[in-house]
């Protein structure tokens, strides 16, 4: 059986990568099937393609956060995700709000600061066990993609 799909990029401005880069190759070492979408996304880059993965993570290191997200509460109410489990990490600023305003936004996971990887692959396994894997349909991933993308 195939893993689960993680919808995985950078949002805003930010273009830090490493951090992406190490994320993506552990998660797909760990038979999970990565959607990466590098950095620099929209908001609505993740929302239009959420409904195809168990879960989206969402990376902001430059601190811009909160801006980022002003309208992930409602983007959220106005796309069908189909259960899709939402993570949000980086260096999301101290002036950008504490882990409960994130979560109030509608994220399952926040994390504000570093957190290990090993840490992150374990909450990964509690939030996922017992759902079913998204069917992948690469074509469809393909297609989907925002314009300026190409994975």
Not at 18 to 47: E, K, P
Not at 48 to 72: P, T
Not at 109 to 137: H, K, S
Request: aromatic content about 12%; glycine content about 12%; hydrophobic content about 40%.
């Amino acid at each position: 059986m195939q893993g689960h799909t993680i919808l995985l990029g950078g949002i805003g401005g930010d273009s830090h990568s490493v951090g992406l880069t190490i994320l993506r190759q552990s998660l797909s070492a760990h038979g999970y099937q990565v959607r990466y979408l590098g950095t620099q996304n929209t908001l609505s880059d993740f929302f239009q393609m959420a409904g195809m993965a168990n879960l989206v993570m969402i990376s902001s290191m430059d601190g811009h956060a909160r801006y980022y997200l002003r309208e992930f509460p409602t983007y959220k109410r106005e796309f069908q995700t189909n259960g899709t489990l939402w993570y949000l990490g980086g260096n999301l600023g101290a002036n950008n709000g504490c882990e409960r305003d994130y979560l109030d936004m509608g994220f399952n996971r926040v994390f504000l600061n570093f957190i290990e990887l090993e840490t992150v692959l374990n909450m990964l396994g509690q939030d996922l066990n017992g759902t079913e894997a998204v069917a992948n349909y690469p074509a469809l991933w393909e297609q989907s993609l925002p314009a300026t993308r190409s994975v």
